[in-house]
């Protein structure tokens, strides 16, 4: 009997063992798993639900991490606008003395009418902030995270004998729409819960192949300020130019004069973007209007650059509108919304977990890729870069296809496209395997 308990004993160990040795055991844990998590992430990808509205998808991944054995605390977020509730989640699990890592999915969709044909699109519509009836996709595979953070977590505690120190991992809501990670934070997240040592999160990469994941050390996206610009001039008959003043020759003036921040005002070694993505102004072909609205995007990296850039567009909109001689009571209006910050990747812990992407995955599946302007608020949880965080790419489409499309150089459906369609399975396996094995790395006994 004794021997055959120190045999059992033993073939208990080496699956565990495995982890470090090859992959192996956590291969077969992820083989065991596999077929919930695709029905999980169907079921998520069915019932999608806007940003500041997770309330069923919240719920529903708070009550996986209880199952699990994680102290779960809901409902944390404060907005600006006080109407929209905050559905953060944190589930906390303490293992022993070490390190605090946090692990980070979004939990919303976005207002796309999903057009893949796949047996498992969502049908699902809502009434937006505006009461207009909208369709609901993850059309950026938030329902992927989702199930490789609910994958990674069951991993994790099943091999809590590898690891030591304090697990927190924290769906956020309102990525879409910049605020959620804010929001929560706003709301003392760093004081009801250990503050985290090292940050990770991941996000699915169309252009990349499943089966693979990506890199990208230092700064990684951008920071994103959206503008609004009322430029007010003073209205007048179409024939009679010289007893009005017309906006629309000014807007377009401004329009122009933006380009010469970027090309002629800011280092060429700073990446920055300043787009003018609306104008809108009169209503038809003899009427000189009152006013003109323009919205825009400004994108960079660093912080200061952020700033030099929106004091330009305000010194260049005033000193344009001073030009056409407007009087100082039709002064333009200029507001500059809260924004999201740019994601920097941590040099040092991108290095850590390039070694351990490449034990998990091999070497070949393991690649460094671009940085872009695109934006994402998962650098609010660095708390401005004083904790170390890295976002990484989870590979997402066929290789086949991605081999088709550098080819063709005709782009595959990209995140936020109604025709966004994410490999499930290899994707799953790939995106709870590498997150595993990131963990498991930076807490290791
Ligand atoms: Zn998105
Ligand atoms: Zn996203």
Redesign the pocket.
Known sequence: MQNIKIALCILAIIPVLGVNVNGQSLDAMIDRDIASWLTTYRNLHMAPELSHREEKTSAFVAGELRKLGFTVTERIGKYQNEQWLGYGIVGVLKNGPGPTVLVRT?LDALPVEEKTGLPYTSNVKTKNDLGVEVSVMHA???DIHMTSFLGTAKMLTELKSRWSGTLVMLGQPA??TGDGANAMLRDNLYTSIPKPDFAIAL?DKPELETGKVGYTPGYAMASATSIDIKIRGIGGHGSAPELAKDPIVVAAQVVMALQTIVSRENSPLDPAVVTVGSIHGGTRYNIIPDEVNLQLTVRTYKEEVRKRVLASIERIVKGVVATAGIPEDRAPVIKIAEGTGSTYNEPKLVDRLVVAFKQALGDENVVQMPPMMAS?DFGYFSLDHKIPATIFWLGASDPAKVKQSRESGVPLPG?HSALFAPVPEPTLRTGVKAMTSAVLDLMKK
């Open positions: 979004e950026c595979g938030h990525e879409e996000h994402e995140l």
